[in-house]
C-alpha cells in the first residue's frame, strides 16, 4: 500500500520540481554519498508553502486513515512587457503535498491549463475540489475540511519536518599505539602531531567561550568544558566535535568523567 499514491501520478499530471532537483545538486558537493536515507522533500512545505498564501485541508478517510493535504496556487511565469495579450497572460500552477499516517508523502506541482475544468479559473483559480480530485482522486475527498486556526501551518511544519535533524555531536577519541582500553584513551592528556592534522580535516577548531553555533552542551560562557572545540557543517548540519583531548583532563583520575559525560552520550564516536 506505501505505494499507492505514487501509482495516481503520472508524468503528465505531477511532475518533479527540476528547481528543487537543482537546487538539491548545488547543495550537496559533488562525489559524496548519502551515510543515511534523508527525506530532502520534508522541507518542501517549509519553501514553498509557510508563510505564503495557501490551504490546508484536514480529515480522516476510511481506507487511508487521516489525511492532511496542502494546496497553493502560484504564478509560473511572469509576464513580459510589450507583448501581446495571449503572450502576457500569466500562468499559473499548483503545488500540492498529501500526507496520509501509513503512506509515503506525495509532493509536487501541476501546470493550471493541465486540469480538466468546466468553467475557466477564476481570479483565485480552480476550485480545490477539481484539483485534488485530477490529482488524488481516489481520496475520500468528501471528509475534508479547510483548517483554518492559526497553529495548523506550525503543525504541519513539525510534521513534516520530525525526521530532519540539523544539529549533529560526535565524539573523538585519541588512542596512541598499544591502547586497547577505553580508560586508556580517556587518559591520553594530548593528542599526537598526526591526530592534530587528523582534526583539521574535520573542522575548525573554534574557540568556545562566546561560541554562536550548536554548542552540543559545551559551556560557551566560562571554561568548564576546555576552552576551544571542533566545528564544521555539512549538507546544512551543524555538526560539534567531543574531542577528548580537548575536554578537560583530570590528573591521576582512570575515570576522567568530565570527558566520558560528553563522548560517553555521543550516538557516533571516532577512534
Known amino acids: 500500500r506505501s505505494s499507492d499514491l505514487e501509482d495516481m501520478r503520472e508524468p503528465k499530471q505531477l511532475d518533479e520540481m527540476e528547481e528543487e532537483k537543482t537546487r538539491e545538486a548545488q547543495t550537496i558537493p559533488a562525489g559524496l554519498e548519502d551515510f543515511e536515507f534523508v527525506d530532502r522533500g520534508a522541507i518542501y512545505y517549509r519553501t514553498y508553502f509557510y508563510g505564503q498564501d495557501h490551504q490546508n485541508y484536514t480529515g480522516i478517510d476510511e481506507n487511508l486513515g487521516p489525511i492532511a493535504i496542502s494546496l497553493r496556487r502560484e504564478p509560473m ?4 512587457a510589450g507583448t501581446g495579450s495571449n503572450q502576457s497572460k500569466e500562468k499559473y500552477q499548483y503545488r500540492i503535498i498529501v500526507r496520509t499516517s501509513n503512506l509515503i508523502v506525495l509532493r509536487g506541482s501541476i501546470p493550471e491549463d493541465s486540469i480538466p475544468a468546466t468553467t475557466k479559473p477564476g481570479s483565485r483559480g480552480l476550485p480545490a475540489k477539481n484539483v485534488l480530485e485530477f490529482v488524488a482522486g481516489e481520496l475520500q ?5 479547510l483548517a ?9 511544519l513539525s510534521l513534516d519536518e520530525e525526521g530532519l535533524s540539523s544539529r549533529n555531536r560526535i565524539g573523538v577519541m585519541y588512542c596512541k599505539e598499544g591502547q586497547s582500553s577505553e580508560d586508556e584513551m580517556y587518559g591520553n592528556e594530548h593528542g599526537s602531531e598526526a591526530f592534530e592534522h587528523f582534526l583539521t580535516m574535520l573542522g575548525e577548531k573554534v574557540v568556545l567561550k562566546g561560541f554562536q553555533g550548536y554548542r552540543a552542551q559545551l559551556d560557551t560562557k566560562g571554561d568548564s568544558t576546555g576552552t576551544h572545540s571542533v566545528f564544521t557543517t555539512f549538507h546544512r548540519l551543524e555538526i560539534m566535535f567531543h574531542v577528548s583531548t580537548l575536554l578537560p583532563y583530570t590528573p591521576n583520575n582512570d575515570q576522567q568523567v568530565l570527558r566520558k559525560r560528553h563522548i560517553g552520550n555521543d550516538i557516533v564516536t571516532i577512534v
Not at 511565469?77 to 513580459?80: A, E, I, K, V, Y
Not at 483554518?148 to 504541519?156: C, D, M, S
Open 148 to 156: 483554518q486556526t492559526g497553529k495548523v501551518p506550525e503543525r504541519l
Open 77 to 80: 511565469t511572469q509576464p513580459q
Open 141 to 145: 475527498l468528501s471528509c475534508l475540511r
